[in-house]
Structure formats: structure tokens, C-alpha cells
Nanobody, 121 residues
Framework: QVRLVESGGGLVQAGGSLRLSCAASGIIFRFYTMGWYRQAPGKQRELVAAISSGGSTNYADSVKGRFTISRDNAKNTVYLHMNSLKPEDTAVYYC???????????????WGQGTQVTVSS
């Protein structure tokens, strides 16, 4: 059974920092691209940051220079370090594990239950 368990969310003032963690089990973690998505009320879920199995990263333009994604394959954990937080960063943050493509003939997507991040002004 695949489980992705997020932690580290909470309430923080604008300009503050948080670190989110996502512990994975039930998958061969090192083979998966890991990502953080967020969804604010009334908005679509959007990609915040992702890190490939090889360590390549990509970020949404809105968080570049403020957020850093990292992974520890020994601990089966992915992190999102969030600095200089803004009220518009308020959302539920979801961890995602992804492997494969439709073109390759297989694709797996797994999601965590989400953790709330609230940034007050």
C-alpha cells in the first residue's frame, strides 16, 4: 500500500518560513519524481516544485528564489523549504509521487492527504 504523509504545515506570518516534509512508503522512492502541489480555495491545484529521481528540480515562477525542494532517498522523504512566505502562498499543499509516462506504457501518480499552510499578512 502506497502512503505519502505530509507534515510541517501551519500558520506563519508573512516573511516567515516553513519546512514541509513528505514521508513515502510502499514505493521504490528513488525511482520516482517527487512534487509539491498546492490548491487554494476556489483555484485549481498547481505544481509548486518537483525533483526528479536524478535530482533535477523545477519550480513555479511564483516561488522561484523563495522555495527549495530536496529529497533524502535514504529516508524516503521529500522536503519543501519555504522562505519569504506571502499571503498568496496560503493553500493546502499536497505531496505527489510520479513515475512513468503514458507513452512508456505505464504511469503512476500517488498523492498525500495534504497539509494546510496559512500565511497571515
Amino acid at each position: 500500500q502506497v502512503r505519502l504523509v505530509e507534515s510541517g504545515g501551519g500558520l506563519v506570518q508573512a516573511g516567515g518560513s516553513l519546512r514541509l516534509s513528505c514521508a513515502a512508503s510502499g514505493i521504490i522512492f528513488r525511482f520516482y519524481t517527487m512534487g509539491w502541489y498546492r490548491q487554494a480555495p476556489g483555484k485549481q491545484r498547481e505544481l509548486v516544485a518537483a525533483i526528479s529521481s536524478g535530482g533535477s528540480t523545477n519550480y513555479a515562477d511564483s516561488v522561484k528564489g523563495r522555495f527549495t525542494i530536496s529529497r533524502d532517498n535514504a529516508k524516503n522523504t521529500v522536503y519543501l523549504h519555504m522562505n519569504s512566505l506571502k499571503p498568496e502562498d496560503t493553500a493546502v499543499y499536497y505531496c505527489n509521487a510520479h513515475r512513468g509516462t503514458i507513452m512508456a506504457g505505464y504511469e503512476y501518480h500517488y498523492w498525500g492527504q495534504g497539509t494546510q499552510v496559512t500565511v497571515s499578512s
